[in-house]
């Protein structure tokens, strides 16, 4: 038997070597190839973000408009995944929704699932980013009984996501501007977050050779948890159970209490020990969209202000280093948008598949890459004689 170092939750285990993002959670820094996340959120825009983290540089404008083309050529899916949809109870969670259909994207695009052909590898992470919004939309429509919307590749990603989401067959649907650049902002915030959970479900799963449409399946099941990705659904609800301002103390009281397993939602973070460059740009993003869209008094918005301050004034957050995370304000914005909570998650999976895919490609470039193989601490029994049923 070896000796293993045991590190539970890989607190201090690097999985990969990697030159897509850098987290500095001393300074609350967050690097996409080496650019500031809040430099990237007020001047850059999604696709551009996508083309960075997939390709390691800014592009030029030729090659800009080249990679939009392409996305776009690819938004929409294959015409017999709409019976995929229709399998599903018409209450499911967008989410379970998602895994099974990008799951099912391998029976539709073979071609794609040759990982051995550096082409088709691009051209599955192109498929992958241009059909996420399509099958996320779908997966809402389906939830709400309204008819799929098809793709629009006249309006830019953003605008087309709220396109396919809200727009019906009867009614014109003009797109506002300033709900599509809150959208894409959003996404931008969630592109990519180097070895979190799910992206590390991602690399493991690939590690063994996997078609990239189920490796993305799994890390959108792994995504779901409420300590990950979940957390932006968690985190409204709660607002909302809260209510107003006044009922603070009492949750936070219930935060603090080792014996209640309640956690205040959107809340503290493995690597950021400061505070979260992202949760920052949020939280000015939510004050802009709620102004810009006339929402005065908004009282979700005012219960978390409200709820930031108190926990950042108490020891218990202080000590243990609790700050907003990125999931704290982004489901106030995506609420006054006219989203579900149920739709959350699916958006920080829409955004988040550009980073997993980028990751991907990284590790398979990689000449060192092998199987992922944990070993484990083994407490069981040590070796013992079978017992015949009868003498149990
Ligand atoms: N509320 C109250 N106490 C907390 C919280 C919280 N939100 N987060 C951590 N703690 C306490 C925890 O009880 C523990 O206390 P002690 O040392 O006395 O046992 C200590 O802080 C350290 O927590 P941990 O669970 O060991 O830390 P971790 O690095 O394993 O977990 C986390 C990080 C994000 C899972 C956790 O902070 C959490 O559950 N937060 C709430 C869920 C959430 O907002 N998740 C979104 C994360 S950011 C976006 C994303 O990843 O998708």
Known sequence: AGVFTYDPGFT???????????????KGELLHRGYPID?????????????????????????????????????????????????????????????GVVGAMSAFYHDSTDISDP???????????????????????YSIGQPFVYPRNDLDYAANFLHMCFSVPAERY????????????????????????STSTVRLASSSGANP????AAG???????????????????????????????????????NDPFRLMGFGHRVYKNFDPRATVMKQSA??????????????????KELEQQALADPYFAEKKLFPNVDF??????????????????????????????????????PQHKIGRPRQLYLGNTIREYVDIENR
Not at 175 to 194: C, G, K, Q, W
Not at 213 to 216: G, K, L, T
């Open 287 to 304: 004050d802009e969209v709620l102004d810009l869209m006339g929402i005065e008094n908004n009282p979700i918005l005012a219960t978390a």
């Open 119 to 141: 082409r088709q590898r691009e051209i599955a992470s192109h498929r992958l980013i241009a059909k996420m919004p399509t099958i996320a939309a779908m997966a809402y429509k």
């Open 329 to 366: 304000y982004s489901g106030i914005i995506l609420e006054a948008m006219g989203f579900p909570t149920s739709m959350f998650t699916p958006i920080f999976a829409l955004s988040r598949t550009v980073g997993w895919v980028s990751q991907w490609k990284e590790q398979l470039a990689d």
């Open 39 to 99: 430099q990237l959120a007020e001047k850059s825009h999604y696709l551009e973000v996508c083309y960075l983290l997939l390709y390691g540089e800014l592009p030029s404008a030729a090659e800009l408009e080249k990679f939009e083309n392409t996305i776009t050529r690819h938004t929409m899916i294959h015409e017999q995944m709409h019976n995929f949809f229709r399998g599903f109870r018409r209450d499911a969670h967008p989410m379970a929704t998602m895994v």
């Open 12 to 26: 201090s285990t690097a999985s990969c070597d990697s030159t897509i993002t850098f987290i500095d959670g001393d």
């Open 174 to 197: 003009d797109v506002d501007p300033i709900l599509s650049r809150a959208m894409d902002r959003i996404f931008t915030l969630h592109a990519d977050h180097e070895q979190n959970a």
């Open 213 to 216: 449409f189920a490796c993305i």
């Open 220 to 258: 959108i099941a792994c995504l779901w948890g409420p300590a990950h990705g979940g957390a932006n659904q968690a985190c409204l609800e709660m607002l909302k159970e809260i209510g107003s301002p006044d009922k603070i103390p009492e949750y936070i009281a219930r935060a603090k209490d080792k």
